[in-house]
């Protein structure tokens, strides 16, 4: 089973994983160096409104009034991906002061991410905003891998589900699992709508489908790490998961890079996380990386 630490390493670089997303005067289409995506990270935001089911703890978007769904523009989100793809391959993105000091190996194209402001499920046009990305993807002459980020919310809606059975196997779509227990989910994650078990029922359905990553962000909460009851809950979470036919690709491990809303939110620290990642590994044998 395999452990890699993902932590930002010395040098010009050391700040650019905990930077918020440069939409790069976009609408929909923004820029990241991604620890996860382990390099750079053009993001496709399917919920500019701000539209999100959870109000996670540890979130940095400001989310005021209430708001509904708003469709994407599929237009200016094609207009704006091929021209943020055509930068990332004429390494034009170096001419931006934020990314002048990056690495070239943290500046190669990993992945196009829906995600965003909101959850992208939530989003009204969903299945053709990834009709929009694959249609810009066949017309490149090099391949793009496309990773969907999700709190599961939307998951099983007609039309996302028509969305994300579109993507490829080479593609993937990572899911949000960040508690053993819904009292933990409640304290973290402040659900509207959604619960825990909802949460199972969606990543075992998917998982049935296709690999599947579980993303896992466990936060230093007024202080407090997560209790090793409330880890032994998660950890079981997943054996549950596994015992039901999902097919899990790997875990990720990690914790609040951006500065949170929440001021009484912080990063867990490494060898906790570690630690976490290695009771993943022992009671699952499931691969695990740490962030």
């Not at 929909?28 to 399917?46: D, E, K, M, T």
């Not at 990993?110 to 965003?116: I, R």
């Not at 998951?155 to 899911?175: F, K, N, T, Y």
Request: proline share 5%.
């Amino acid at each position: 089973m395999q452990n890699v630490s993902r932590t930002p390493a010395g040098g010009g670089h050391e700040g650019a994983f905990g930077w918020s997303r440069d939409f790069l005067g976009n609408r929909f289409i923004y820029a990241v160096i991604s620890q996860r995506a382990h390099g750079l990270s053009i993001g496709v935001n399917l919920n500019p409104a701000k539209f999100c089911n959870f109000d996670c703890v540890y979130c940095e978007v400001k989310r005021g009034e209430a708001v509904e769904e708003t469709p994407v523009d599929l237009n200016v989100l094609s207009a704006e991906l091929t021209k943020t793809l055509d930068l990332a391959a004429r390494n034009q993105l170096r001419e931006l002061p934020r990314f002048r000091t990056i690495p070239a190996d943290l500046l190669r194209l990993k992945e196009v991410a829906l995600s965003g402001d909101g959850e992208p499920t939530l989003s009204p046009n969903f299945d053709q905003a990834v009709e929009a990305v694959l249609r810009v993807r066949s017309q490149r002459s090099q391949f793009f891998k496309i990773v969907l980020i999700s709190n599961t919310a939307g998951l099983m809606l007609p039309h996302v589900q028509r969305g994300w059975r579109q993507l490829s196997g080479e593609d993937e779509i990572w899911l949000k699992l960040e508690a053993g227990t819904q009292k933990y989910m409640k304290r973290v994650n402040r659900p509207r709508g959604l619960t825990l078990q909802n949460v199972m029922a969606n990543i075992l359905q998917i998982g049935r489908e296709r690999p599947i990553v579980i993303q896992s962000l466990f936060p230093l909460l007024e202080g407090e790490e997560p209790d090793a009851a409330e880890i032994d809950a998660y950890v079981h979470r997943l054996q549950e998961l596994m015992a039901g036919g999902a097919q899990i690709a790997m875990v990720q491990v990690y914790s609040a890079h951006r500065p949170a809303q929440n001021p009484n939110c912080g990063h867990l620290p490494l060898g906790s996380l570690s630690a976490i990642a290695r009771r993943v590994r022992e009671q699952t044998r499931l691969r695990a990386e740490v962030y």
